[in-house]
């Protein structure tokens, strides 16, 4: 302290400067006591620190070269463990049943330049190799392997039998990549209805293209309407009446009346979507083409006479006839170059609903000539007729209608056009615009996803509920004393109409070959659902008398279809004779009259 | 005096240290058991889903027919059979509990109804020997259940 105050004193010193002491300052009493305690302190700190750092040495050692699986744990604890979102999502019916998925599928490809690097003989490796994938080109294998590229494909699409037998070859540069392949567990049940996808997952056809923003978007499973039961019964009566009456095709679909929901949808020839038919079109052979084809949605046909339900519908909607108008069916029409006449011509004055039941040709040409080309045009505008219908498929999978241009709808297309020929329409058209006949008078757009239970259906009315009334009891006619005897079904009040047209050839109408449909609802009194099947170029047998027409091959399918798909939609039978039902379907102007059969 | 407040906070600390550490560990130890249940999650929901699939492609309706074509000869239910829907058709009474079996309450014991084959042929006495609810003459009131074995039998009878 003294020294210090010396210095101090010195004036020549600079103030900022402060030398240290000169000499050691020797501690003694308190300052030594409090000098120990520090020692103290500063040696158990350094050995806590020398207990850490031992403690995170022994860790290190313990992480890096003592590590087991145990630590893997650690790793993926920052990771949020969540299952990898699929590709694609599913598709499931309304009952859940899964309609299309994709599985775990790795691609097998080699990286050349590693196997030859590894001196792996590439004429053995190939021959391993197709020992184990029998459908690989053994020489396009060989040729891969030898290429010294450091990537090639040799399969897009392993089965897990497959990946287990390449791998136990363990050839070097044979390598496995991830990948999920689409598929259809129900094969070719729903093959037009789905569609498929390529190789790459992007959907090709069917909803698997239509839907194929919302598939590959949301991760949630696409509930369709479709019902896989009904859709399998409805394929199944098909087929038969295929097989039955040697046709070259058949088409058939089921729609709810009230939501527009389609339960089932086949067009047959039909394909499995997990081998699809090639659509290059250098390899793409007729029945190729045929079977990739979905005649509900791209098929355009003249339907023929099932058309006289708009024409009956138009007329009475518009007052040009009431179900006691009467029209001229005597004698033929001759208009230019055509002469109409009817199939089961009764060669007199007919009723509106004898002309419905009886199929007259010369009796829905007169009535649509009472309404004229303006009214025709304009109400089946009004029903969607004259555009493609608005559905969940890709509009180039939804055929646009073929009619005359207003400038050139004259009488005799306003005629033609009455009983179906003229106008070709999609079977689509046909059903969406049917229901609305007779729910009551409301269009709904079609729709292929399942409408929640309760939602609100779009709809627009397009006539009255009274004329859908009448269509109701017109159907019903037909079926009890008209065209379509054998597509009653016991105890499900079935109506419809029958339609047989000729196919238009190039030009000309052949007379042998046919396209027979029928249009049926159930039950008539309270109608659910309403079906379409048509059969392409059916060839009348011994059991049909020689017959190919609508209500010898498709009427009676009908009423198989009917029969065994009731009882999995829910509708129950009911007692036909019951007189709620019969006075619900009865035609006031037939009371008390007895029809001709045919 | 200052050497026994030293040592207590040092013990204070090391001991928070200790037990800081002991939980620390612990919660590791929760979230990676937590990890590996949701990868066990993962992957069973994978299996599950990829049993989806194969259980699909096995009930394919097509198969399923053909079983019942070679094995079992069902028929589709016939209207006259389900007059008033399928849920008012009554299931056949439940055989009478043997002596001895001690009633189970709340179990309801149902037999399954028989298809009207030839398996119905021998199915039927042996309901006839059980106390069956008594079946509703033919011309009973439509609005009442009707047994399905006098429904069967009718359809048999008109077949």
Known sequence: ?598 | MKWPGGAFWIAVAFAAGVGNYAVKQMVQGLDDDLTNVRKKIVAEQKQIHDLTAEWTYLNQPELLADLNRRYLGLVPIAPKQERGGIDEIAMRAAPPIPPGVPEMPGVVTVSMPTPPTKLAATAVPASTSAPAAPAPPQTADKTKPISLDTLFEQAAGSR
Request: charged share 20%; proline share 7%.
């Open chain 1, 1 to 598: 302290m003294l020294s210090a105050q010396r210095l101090d004193d010195n004036p020549c010193r600079p103030r900022h400067f402060k030398p240290p002491p000169c000499a050691p300052v020797i501690a003694d009493g308190a300052a030594a006591e409090f000098l120990d305690t520090t020692r103290t302190r500063l040696l158990l700190a350094a050995s806590l620190f020398a207990l850490i750092f031992i403690v995170v040495a022994g860790r290190l050692i313990d992480v890096v070269a003592m590590a087991d699986g145990a630590n893997d744990t650690r790793v993926a604890r920052s990771h949020l463990v969540v299952p990898p979102p699929p590709v694609r999502a599913d598709i499931v019916d309304r009952n859940g049943t899964l309609l299309a998925t994709n599985l775990d599928s790795p691609a097998l490809y080699v990286d050349s330049k590693t196997m030859l690097q590894a001196g792996e003989d590439p004429e053995a490796a190939a021959r391993a190799i197709t020992a184990a994938l029998p459908d690989l080109s053994p020489a396009d294998i060989r040729a891969k392997l030898a290429s010294g590229k450091s990537f090639a494909y040799l399969t897009r699409s392993l089965t897990p039998r497959q990946e287990y037998a390449i791998n136990n070859l363990g050839i070097p540069g044979v390598e496995f990549e991830r990948g999920e392949k689409r598929r259809y567990p129900l094969g070719d049940l729903v093959a037009h209805v789905v569609g498929y996808c390529s190789v790459d997952n992007i959907g090709q056809a069917g909803l698997e293209r239509g839907l194929n923003p919302a598939i590959k978007g949301s991760g949630k499973p696409v509930t369709l309407a479709l019902d896989a039961r009904v859709q399998f019964v409805l394929k199944d009566e098909l087929q038969q009446v295929i097989t039955q009456f040697n046709a070259k095709g058949a088409a058939g679909i089921i729609m709810n009346v009230h939501t527009g929901e389609i339960v089932a949808m086949a067009s047959l020839p039909d394909f499995d979507p997990n081998h699809p038919p090639t659509t290059d079109p250098k390899r793409e052979t007729a029945d190729d083409k045929d079977r990739i084809f979905n005649k509900i949605t791209s098929g355009e046909y003249e339907l023929g006479s099932v058309f006289k339900i708009f024409n009956t519908a138009m007329a009475l909607d518009n007052n040009v006839a009431t179900m006691t108008s009467t029209f001229d069916a005597r004698n033929p029409i001759t208009i230019g170059r055509f002469t109409i006449e009817d199939y089961h011509g009764k060669h007199r004055i007919l009723s509106v609903p004898e002309i419905f039941a009886y199929s007259s040709n010369i009796g829905s040409a007169r009535m649509a000539v009472a309404a004229g080309a303006q009214r025709q045009r304009d109400f089946l505008g009004k029903l969607g007729l004259l555009e493609p219908v608005p559905i969940e498929f890709d509009k180039v999978e939804v055929a646009r209608p073929h009619f005359p241009a207003p400038s050139a709808w004259r009488e005799v297309n306003v005629m033609t056009i009455a009983f179906g020929h003229g106008i070709a329409v999609t079977p689509l058209h046909m059903i969406t615009a049917t229901a609305a006949m007779i729910n009551g008078g409301i269009l709904h757009p079609p729709t292929m996803l399942r409408v929640p239970d309760g939602a609100k259906v779009p709809g627009v009315r397009v006539i009255s509920a009274k004329t859908s009334d009448q269509l109701r009891k017109l159907m019903r006619l037909v079926v009890e004393f008209g065209t379509a005897k054998l597509a009653a079904a016991p105890g499900y009040v079935v109506g419809g109409k029958t339609g047989t047209a000729e196919k238009n050839v190039g030009g000309h109408y052949e007379e042998k070959r046919l396209l027979s449909s029928f249009i049926g609802a159930f039950p008539m009194n309270d109608p659910q659902y309403v079906i379409l099947t048509l059969v392409d170029e059916p060839h009348g047998n011994k059991e049909s008398h020689g017959y190919a027409t609508a209500g010898w091959t498709v009427a009676p399918a009908t009423s198989r279809i009917i029969q065994r798909i009731a009882p999995l939609l829910g509708v129950a039978p009911v007692d036909e004779k019951s007189p709620t039902i019969v006075n619900a379907l009865q035609i006031e102007s037939l009371a008390g009259k007895k029809l001709e059969y045919n």
